[in-house]
């Protein structure tokens, strides 16, 4: 792949030779608010079906009368298949046609998503997820490549910022919508919203998105893409089942082996293939690719982390029901989807660097606010100001982070740029999950022993598992059944604290390698980096 020779563009409907009128075939103002709605409806399909099932863990459990890891697996399995073929499946859309590439994956979704909410056993329940995440990885990079291919370089920041605030606070909204469902009528109409917006996007998709593919004088880098599918699979397999079977398992010590040589042998096949590559890891020497990438990477585990932390603070020590422990997160939510939407114009002004840098201060910030105001006697008080801190302080780091991928990559690349930017959250979620989730219950068994005196042995030793254990073992603490409870909430705090000082650590290293090795300081239209040329528009089908 060659970053300086001009893409060859898909050939003209019309027939080659024809001639065109000006702006004939690119989008007009109308057209590009409708793609742009079409695209997003598709992105929430996918990004609810990510957290969506989380909410109703018991409920799977005693519907096909499964282990608590059979059910992580329920979950996990999804998670898996769309981080592991986001590349090749991105890739393909660049070869073979966004638009159909977007349609197949719409179509194979809401088919897997209606099975899944038929199922009638484990087997057909974890096909179907599996085939959810086939479909999904059809359609995440799809949806950004059809942005970076269609909208002019004047308004391709906006669209970009209003992508990266339905992805980020996409998560959310669909988890509250899933609780209310799952409350209020039963946990198989978690998968009619997902449906709903397939059937929705197909439309919209069918009417008014452009189809665009890039031809290639290379042949389809088949080892890479299955060695970067093995890596994903790997890696990500060790850091979800890391904490439930233990770091040093068997499995666990397997999928690391696995991943990282895989890993070891996708960057050196690709180095070798230079422009023929699927990914070519030169361009990470640029630094707005890797400074995007490692930005998000840092900020979506902060943000995965900050989920673990609290809705067990909300429900365990707070006692709120699922419903409203989602909700309580909405502020942040909104707050993350309007400083999205902002974060261009900003960019704009005072440049990506400058942009990505005050993000992430304002992140850690909100994060040492909960740290140091945190109290089981403050409640959500304590917590909402580091919580709508953190909301404006992503939104501002993530959408130019997510513009300086896509700008790094050339348009013939467009679907891959998008599959790394998607795979970079993925990998940010499952780490933040799993280091900040180990952080806070080791800082809660840590504070939880000093505070156990008088306690009989048994609720005792429950108590050590953590906070919801302690909570269902306090009825048989007898008399010490309220001092159970008070320390078990208390401990939770601390661990808290834990986890919070040391994302603050985190973002307080990002912040510096930000301001060092971040996207060059240039200010004017965003989205189009100063040394590249602009692609043609897209055509229309």
């Known amino acids: 792949m060659s970053t300086n020779q001009a893409p060859e563009a898909s050939p003209d409907p019309s027939g080659p ?11 007009d103002a109308r057209q590009r608010r409708t793609i742009l709605i079409a695209v997003c409806v598709a992105l929430m399909a996918v990004i609810a079906s990510v957290s969506g099932l989380n909410v109703a863990q018991p409920d799977l459990a005693v519907a096909f009368d499964a282990s608590q890891s059979t059910v992580l697996w329920i979950i ?7 981080a592991a073929l986001l590349l090749p499946l991105g890739a393909t859309g660049d070869r073979f046609g966004r638009k159909p590439m977007l349609l197949t994956g719409l179509t194979v979704f809401g088919v897997a998503s209606a099975v899944a909410g038929l199922a009638q056993s484990t087997e057909v329940m974890l096909a179907a997820r599996l085939l959810s995440g086939v479909g999904a990885a059809m359609i995440m990079p799809i949806t950004l490549a059809v942005i970076t291919s269609t909208f002019p370089k004047e308004e391709r920041g906006r669209a970009i910022g209003v992508w ?3 992805a980020g606070g996409g998560g959310i909204l669909g988890m509250f919508l899933s609780a209310a469902l799952v409350d209020a009528v039963s946990w198989r109409w978690l998968f009619v919203l997902p449906i709903a917006l397939v059937v929705v996007a197909l439309a919209m998709t069918l009417r008014s998105v452009p189809n665009s593919r890039e031809r290639s004088g290379h042949a389809f880098d088949t080892v890479g893409a299955l060695t970067s599918a093995v890596a994903v699979v790997g890696l990500i397999f060790v850091l979800q089942e890391g904490p ?3 770091w040093t398992a068997p499995a666990t010590l397997t999928g690391l082996v696995v991943g990282a040589v895989a890993a070891i042998g996708f960057v050196t096949w690709e180095l070798r293939r230079r ?21 998000l990477l840092v900020v979506f585990g902060v943000q995965a982390g900050i989920f673990v932390v609290l809705f067990p603070f909300f429900q365990a020590v707070l006692g709120w029901s699922g419903l409203l422990s989602t909700l309580a997160l909405m502020p942040m939510a909104v707050m993350m989807m309007m400083a999205s939407g902002l974060a261009p114009l900003l960019a704009a002004r005072v440049g990506a660097r400058a942009t990505m840098a005050t993000g992430i201060l304002l992140a850690g910030a909100g994060l040492a606010l909960m740290a140091a105001v945190v109290s089981v006697e403050g409640g959500y008080p304590s917590v909402l100001p580091g919580m709508l801190a953190m909301g404006v302080g992503m939104g501002l780091s993530m959408t130019p982070s997510t513009e300086a991928i896509t700008s790094a990559l050339p348009r013939e690349r467009q679907g891959v740029a998008s599959a790394l930017n998607d795979v970079t959250r993925e990998f940010g979620t499952a780490l933040g999950v799993a280091l900040l989730g180990a952080l806070l219950s080791a800082g809660y068994r840590g504070a939880i022993g000093s505070r156990l005196a008088g306690v009989p042995e048994g609720p005792a030793d429950t108590a050590r598992e953590g906070v919801a ?14 001092a159970l409870v008070r320390a078990a909430r208390e401990s939770f705090v601390d661990g808290w604290q834990n986890a919070m000082w040391a994302g603050v650590a985190v973002m307080a290293v990002l912040f510096v390698h930000v301001l060092a090795q971040g996207p060059r ?14 692609p043609a528009e897209a055509t229309a089908p």
Not at 76 to 82: C, F, P, R, V
Not at 521 to 534: K, L
């Open 275 to 295: 422009d023929a590559a699927l990914l070519d890891v030169r361009l990470f020497r640029e630094r707005g690719l890797a400074g995007g990438s490692i930005t």
């Open 521 to 534: 300081q240039t200010t004017g239209a965003p989205g189009v980096p100063a040394n590249r040329p602009e």
């Open 76 to 82: 996990n399995i999804y998670t898996l298949s769309l």
């Open 17 to 27: 030779g024809t001639p065109k009128a000006p702006g004939e075939g690119v989008p």
């Open 164 to 166: 990266t605030g339905v």
């Open 469 to 482: 254990n302690a909570l269902d073992a306090a009825p048989l603490a007898g008399a010490h059944g309220e």
């Open 244 to 246: 439930e079977r233990g």
